[in-house]
Each structure stands twice: as structure tokens, then as C-alpha cells.
């Protein structure tokens, strides 16, 4: 059965402070992987996708990188509008059009 | 251009009774999602359509249905409401495929009470 797993659940950093978030994943056949924000009574907001091991993508403070069991999504410098729960979901050949989620890791930035 | 459309925003409802959600997608998007989200369980895939036809089907038992329109326009429904049916019900859309990434809608907040 496929499984994603994100580390960790919740992270407080000060505005400036550099991290990383950890998505692990079993799956049988990887189409896909998905990093996706989340602000408080809204839906998820895509933010990368990443197709093989190796690819890595970038935009503003975020960057997304794509290993053959893991995905990181590192945050440099953070900014308190940074604050949100960040999902990683996967799609594989057994799932076939459903995304299979982690259970997120929520994001506190203060200034 | 106009995002991934859901309605209503918050719903309130009694145990035993059935409710049905709505959702439009993006224009030209052909692929409908839907996504139950809770906080023990996070969020679950319910079932896809494409041109109108399930696609695909996650595991939720059969009180849980939907249907996809013409237009593209889709409906969930929910019939004989239990207490933990109470969830944040997303839409999601996309041109085709799951590999190019879903757009979702800010969801319907359903509350059985």
C-alpha cells in the first residue's frame, strides 16, 4: 500500500531561520510527487511538482528537491506570511489518479 | 481566470439526513476530484471523474456518491449523515491527469450535528 510520511508535524522557527521539511514515501511506482500550501480554511495551493530522483525546483524562498525515497522542501529565510501547513502528496501507478497525502507539517514563523 | 469554484462555503446538517455538494471546475478542465480532509485523518481521496464517467474510487463506503456533469460540473453526495462525516470537503480539477497537478477549491465545511 502506498504511504507518505511527513516530519515533522509542526516546526517554529524565527523569521530568517533556514529548515527543512521531510516527506518520506513507500509507493509502488512513482508518477509523481506534489508540494502543496495550506493557509487555515482555504484549499491546498500547489506549489511544485517533481517527476524523478535528482530534479529539484525553486521559487522564492522555497526549494524542492526529489531523492528515491524522500522529498525535501527547504525554506530559506523565512518570513512570518511563510507560516502554513505544507503537504506532500504522491500519485503512483497503483493509486492511479488519486493523490495520496501526508498528514502535513505545520509551519509557525514568528518576527 | 476563474479557479476551482465549491458551494456551499458551510453546511450544517442532522444525523440520517443526506447532503450534496457542488463544484465547478476549471474551464477546459475535464478531471474532477474530490477529497474528504479531518484532522485525525488528513485528506483522503473519495473518487475522480472524467467526461463524466468515475474514473477512479477511493474507500469510502457507498453512502458517499457523486456524479459528473456535460459542463464538467461536478456533485458529491453524502446520504445518511453520520457525526463523522463532519470534514472539510475539497474539490480539486485538472486538465486531464493526475500528473500535471490539481487545482483545489477552498472547500465545503460540513458540520453533522
Known amino acids: 500500500e502506498d504511504q507518505v510520511t511527513q516530519s515533522p508535524e509542526a516546526l517554529r522557527l524565527q523569521e530568517g531561520e533556514s529548515s527543512s521539511l521531510n516527506c518520506s514515501y513507500t509507493?509502488?511506482?512513482?508518477?509523481?510527487l506534489f508540494w502543496y500550501r495550506q493557509d487555515p480554511g482555504k484549499g491546498p495551493e500547489f506549489l511544485f511538482t517533481?517527476?524523478?530522483a535528482g530534479e529539484e525546483k525553486e521559487k522564492e524562498r522555497l526549494k524542492a528537491t526529489l531523492t528515491k525515497k524522500e522529498s525535501f522542501l527547504h525554506i530559506t529565510a523565512p518570513k512570518p506570511e511563510d507560516s502554513a501547513t505544507y503537504l506532500c502528496?504522491?500519485?503512483?501507478?497503483?493509486?492511479?489518479?488519486?493523490?495520496?497525502f501526508g498528514k502535513g507539517t505545520t509551519l509557525s514563523v514568528s518576527s | 481566470k476563474a479557479g476551482v469554484t465549491q458551494t456551499p462555503r458551510y453546511l450544517i446538517k442532522t444525523r440520517g439526513q443526506q447532503v450534496t455538494l457542488s463544484c465547478s471546475p476549471i474551464?477546459?478542465?475535464?478531471?474532477v476530484s474530490w477529497y474528504q480532509q479531518t484532522p485525525g485523518q488528513g485528506l483522503q481521496f473519495l473518487f475522480e471523474?472524467?467526461?463524466?464517467?468515475?474514473?477512479n474510487k477511493g474507500n469510502f463506503p457507498g453512502r458517499f456518491s457523486g456524479r459528473q456533469f456535460s459542463n464538467s460540473r461536478s456533485e458529491m453526495n453524502v446520504s445518511t449523515l453520520e457525526l463523522g462525516d463532519s470534514a472539510l470537503y475539497l474539490c480539486?480539477?485538472?486538465?486531464?491527469?493526475?500528473?500535471?497537478?490539481?487545482?483545489f477549491g477552498s472547500g465545503t465545511r460540513l458540520t453533522v450535528v
Open positions: 509507493v509502488s511506482g512513482l508518477r509523481g
Open positions: 517533481l517527476y524523478s
Open positions: 471523474y472524467f467526461s463524466e464517467t468515475q474514473r
Open positions: 480539486a480539477s485538472t486538465l486531464s491527469g493526475a500528473d500535471y497537478g490539481y487545482t
Open positions: 474551464s477546459g478542465h475535464r478531471s
Open positions: 502528496a504522491v500519485i503512483s501507478n497503483q493509486a492511479g489518479t488519486a493523490l495520496i
